[in-house]
């Protein structure tokens, strides 16, 4: 499997007016930016893309900068960390594109295991502050996580849990896509979302060429 192709299927995506592509570290970031105002973060879910915010986005740019990304081994994000699709290396790795592109959050929206990283980046401290230094909300829609225990593990539940703690499972995800399984079934299950026909066509899209092989974007 090879990752998409911005060039291919990059074409019709969602706000691809505000797309743009960042070098941090050893990823190449697929980063969406719109709007003025206070800074949120917008960060998606297992299996999911920019896209996921397709609808809310445009909503929030009204009195916000709006910054959406893909995660790594997920859409057009490229390139491999070395810790692996781990919660706290995706945390840190995300912190540390913020803080190299002046990004300052004033709070962080997480879907589903997107909420749990959010979580990880306040706990570690993660997230660049603005100065003064305001506190950092965290909103979470469909939020994977558990009561908070002594395993910082134990934030990520079910799938999502699997998805993001093993670099094996992105590609077993897209293995199942390819023959078949139903997306929108899939996606229930593992997020807890509905997801319309257009979010599971993109979703699906991205799902048969998981984004973790290094290169260039384009």
Avoid at 35 to 56: D, K, M
Avoid at 149 to 164: I, K, N, Q, V
Avoid at 193 to 211: K, L, M
Wanted: hydrophobic content about 45%.
């Amino acid at each position: 499997m090879t990752a998409p192709d911005w060039r291919r299927e990059g074409r019709g995506w969602p706000l691809a007016e505000h797309s743009r592509f960042v070098a941090d570290g050893p990823l190449v970031w697929h980063v969406q930016r719109l709007g003025s105002g206070p800074v949120l973060l917008l960060i998606h879910g297992t299996g999911a893309a920019t896209h996921s915010w397709r609808g809310l986005a445009p909503l929030l740019a009204d009195r916000f900068t709006v910054v959406a990304v893909d995660l790594p081994g997920h859409g057009f994000t490229r390139g491999r960390l070395p810790t692996g699709l781990a919660l706290p290396g995706i945390a840190r790795a995300l912190g540390a594109l913020c803080a190299a592109e002046g990004i300052a959050p004033a709070a962080l929206i997480g879907h589903s295991a997107g909420a749990a990283i959010a979580v990880r980046m306040v706990m570690d401290g993660a997230v660049p502050a603005a100065a003064p230094s305001p506190p950092v909300h965290v909103i979470g829609l469909c939020p994977a996580l558990r009561p908070f225990g002594g395993d910082a593990a134990g934030l990520m539940s079910g799938m999502a849990r699997l998805m993001f703690a093993n670099p094996a499972m992105p590609w077993l995800a897209a293995g199942l896509a390819r023959f078949a399984v139903r997306t929108d079934s899939f996606l229930a299950r593992s997020t807890g979302s509905r997801i319309d026909a257009e979010g599971q066509r993109f979703t699906g899209g991205c799902s048969h060429r998981p984004g973790t092989a290094p290169g260039r974007s384009g």
